[in-house]
């Protein structure tokens, strides 16, 4: 079984739509992340949910808003799309203490034209 | 969170050693030494971490200075499937936050 997953794996989509990214864990896990992955590969953090309650917001848009229907499940939305939001996201879940290892999803390659 | 340096890119022969060095020579006390890897098109995996004392799993092994400034990931005996972005990353043990750079870049060559 998977323990992280990531639907689509590709989105395709025009600027100024409203897309979302969704993400599931079956790990029980306290924690989830969304990350960004740009065209120069740097990966950098853009939210962390630890029991349903957002704890990390990296200065991004506003436009970005996640969302977290049960402990399970983190979801990504962004209204507005604009090309600079092309890149690969990744979902990410960690148990309990913060040193334990984050065990990534597959990636979402979002294409905005 | 501390800076880490890590070389662009290393090469290494399968079936060899392959030894990936950081520099974070600005870690403080309560700051952890991790190391994911991230294989193409693929989400990053963890490998090891580490905070004083040199550790081992059926992965890698990691080696942290004395000062621990610097450290080591050791793949024993490195296979094709081993090409991938390896990188090192300090953090604290009560935050959430890891912040990558940009890895060194190991290719495995038969």
């Known amino acids: 079984d998977t323990a992280v997953s990531q639907t689509p794996k590709y989105l395709v989509t025009q600027m100024g739509n409203d897309k979302s990214i969704k993400c599931e864990q079956n790990?029980?896990?306290?924690?989830m992340y969304w990350y960004k992955q740009d065209s120069k590969k740097f990966l950098k953090i853009m939210f962390s949910?630890?029991?349903?309650?957002?704890?990390i917001n990296e200065t991004v848009p506003n436009r970005f808003s996640p969302k977290s229907p049960d402990k399970a499940h983190l979801n990504l939305h962004i209204n507005s799309l604009e090309l600079g939001d092309s890149a690969v996201y990744f979902c990410?879940?960690?148990?309990?203490?913060?040193?334990?290892?984050?065990?990534f999803g597959p990636g979402t390659r979002l294409t905005v034209l | 969170d501390a800076k880490t340096t890590q070389p662009p890119s290393m090469d290494c022969a399968e079936g060899r050693a392959a030894n990936l060095p950081c520099n974070h020579s600005?870690?403080?006390?309560?700051?952890?030494v991790y190391w994911y890897r991230q294989i193409h098109s693929q989400g990053p995996q963890y490998i090891i971490h580490?905070?004083?004392n040199n550790e081992t799993n059926e992965m890698a092994s990691l080696i942290i200075t004395e000062d621990r400034k610097s450290s080591t990931l050791i793949l024993p005996h490195a296979t094709l499937r081993d090409t991938a972005v390896y990188y090192c990353?300090?953090?604290?043990?009560?935050?959430?936050?890891?912040?990558f750079g940009a890895g060194t870049r190991l290719t495995v060559k038969p």
């Open positions: 990410a879940s960690q148990a309990g203490s913060s040193y334990n290892e984050q065990f």
């Open positions: 790990l029980g896990h306290d924690t």
């Open positions: 949910y630890n029991n349903k309650e957002l704890i």
């Open positions: 600005t870690i403080s006390g309560n700051e952890y």
């Open positions: 580490g905070l004083k």
């Open positions: 990353i300090v953090r604290v043990s009560y935050s959430n936050d890891m912040r």
